[in-house]
């Protein structure tokens, strides 16, 4: 079976190419490059000791996509490719929504022209907004509190409309909670650019010196410790969880809706100090005002995908911050100014 994976060079995205090849599934990245870099290839070449197939391409582009598909006789899609950055996207609401909604109608499209009428789409825990009852389990109302979250909204809906309407077409919607970690050969993991939004990147950059001090933005949360609480998964059980999807929704149709997450809350200070067990350092911090947006605590109800799917996130969080240390000592600055 060979696979398209759109923004196959990310994070998520490279990381599942090689859950896809461990399965016995030929993915085909195509990535336009806006978040990432070519040297994930040759990164993804040590890990897997094959070259993966790579076409540069712009999710809008419609001729590029439908060309891509043709030429590599793809069975389904993966579609990764997204803007992800919560504050950009109230920054610039319409690039999120041309990235994420339209450019994925234009795929949809694509694929319908084609004649691929499989799609697993990457969304996000985000869309149920703030909780009305914890765990998360699909049913929980959708409600985004940002642009980047109402694209996933939209682009869901979207997707739902089109397996109502056509009724040859297969969607299942993977809502991640809060994906960490890194492959355990250290040879690939998250490389952001610029200053990292999220907590494990941030912590990464500061154990290995390049940032003075992590910020613990709110410490009077109604937690144990009175800082955030997420489910953080690690990218290779979310990775699997992609080829559990496709594997199993082979023969049936219509839109189907997962949360992968551990379905285990882990606070700001319980992170950092698995972190600082990681890298054998402290890490510094400092207790700061809550961040705009936030919520005080969510995590997901899994049990559909364990039940169903039969897929259960394995790795604990202290795997999950040791290969990320890994990942990061071995590449304090990331991938892109790696001489390797
Ligand atoms: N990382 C998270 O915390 C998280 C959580 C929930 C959902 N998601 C979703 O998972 C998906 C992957 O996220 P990630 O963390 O790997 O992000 P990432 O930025 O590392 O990867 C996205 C990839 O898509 C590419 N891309 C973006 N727009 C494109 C376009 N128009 N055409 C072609 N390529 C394009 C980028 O170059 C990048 O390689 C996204 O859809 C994101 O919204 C991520
Ligand atoms: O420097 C930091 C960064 C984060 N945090 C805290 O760490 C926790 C996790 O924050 P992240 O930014 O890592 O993740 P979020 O839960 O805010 O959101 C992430 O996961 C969501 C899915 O659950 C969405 O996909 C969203 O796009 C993605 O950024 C929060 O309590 C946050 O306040 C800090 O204390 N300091």
């Known amino acids: 079976m060979k696979v398209l994976v759109t923004g196959g060079m990310g994070y998520i995205g490279s990381h599942s190419c090689i859950a896809l090849y461990e399965a016995g599934i030929t993915p085909v990245i195509f990535d336009n490059l806006v978040n990432s870099s070519v040297k994930v290839l040759e990164q993804l070449k040590k890990i897997t000791g094959t070259s993966i197939e790579f076409i540069e391409g712009d999710v809008s582009d419609a001729v590029a996509l439908e060309q891509a598909l043709r030429q590599t006789n793809a069975s389904a899609v993966l579609h990764f490719a997204a803007l992800k950055a919560v504050g950009e996207s109230t920054e610039q609401p319409l690039r999120y929504y041309q990235n994420n909604v339209a450019a994925t109608l234009t795929l949809l499209e694509a694929m319908q022209k084609v004649g691929v009428n499989k799609i697993i789409f990457s969304s996000s825990a985000t869309v149920y907004g703030d909780p009305q009852y914890l765990p998360f389990d699909e049913q929980h109302p959708l409600r985004a509190t940002s642009p980047y979250g109402w694209s996933k909204i939209m682009a869901e809906q979207v997707v739902n409309d089109l397996c109502c309407a056509a009724s040859d077409f297969l969607a299942v919607s993977l809502r991640y909670f809060n994906p960490v970690g890194a492959h355990p050969s250290g040879?690939?993991?998250?490389?952001?650019?610029?200053?990292?939004?999220?907590?494990?990147?941030?912590?990464?950059?500061?154990?290995?010196?390049?940032?003075?001090?992590?910020?613990?933005?709110?410490?009077?949360?109604?937690?144990?410790?009175?800082?955030?609480?997420?489910?953080?998964?690690?990218?290779?059980?979310?990775?699997?969880?992609?080829?559990?999807?496709?594997?199993?929704?082979?023969?049936?149709?219509?839109?189907?809706?997962?949360?992968?997450?551990?379905?285990?809350?882990?606070?700001?200070?319980?992170?950092?100090?698995?972190?600082?067990?990681?890298?054998?350092?402290?890490?510094?911090?400092?207790?700061?005002?809550?961040?705009?947006?936030?919520?005080?605590?969510?995590?997901?109800?899994?049990?559909?995908?364990?039940?169903?799917?039969?897929?259960?996130?394995?790795?604990?969080?202290?795997?999950?911050?040791?290969?990320?240390?890994?990942?990061?000592?071995?590449?304090?600055?990331?991938?892109?100014?790696?001489?390797?």
């Open 187 to 340: 040879l690939l993991g998250e490389s952001p650019q610029g200053t990292p939004n999220n907590l494990l990147p941030f912590i990464a950059q500061t154990a290995v010196g390049r940032r003075p001090f992590v910020k613990v933005y709110g410490s009077d949360y109604p937690t144990p410790d009175g800082s955030g609480v997420r489910d953080y998964l690690h990218v290779m059980d979310l990775a699997k969880g992609h080829v559990a999807a496709l594997l199993h929704h082979q023969a049936d149709k219509g839109f189907h809706t997962y949360n992968l997450g551990t379905g285990q809350g882990h606070s700001v200070l319980e992170v950092i100090r698995a972190f600082s067990v990681s890298a054998g350092k402290e890490i510094p911090f400092t207790l700061a005002p809550r961040r705009a947006g936030d919520v005080a605590c969510y995590y997901a109800d899994a049990t559909k995908a364990n039940q169903l799917l039969g897929w259960t996130a394995e790795h604990s969080l202290q795997q999950m911050t040791d290969d990320t240390w890994r990942w990061q000592s071995n590449y304090p600055q990331g991938l892109e100014y790696s001489d390797e």
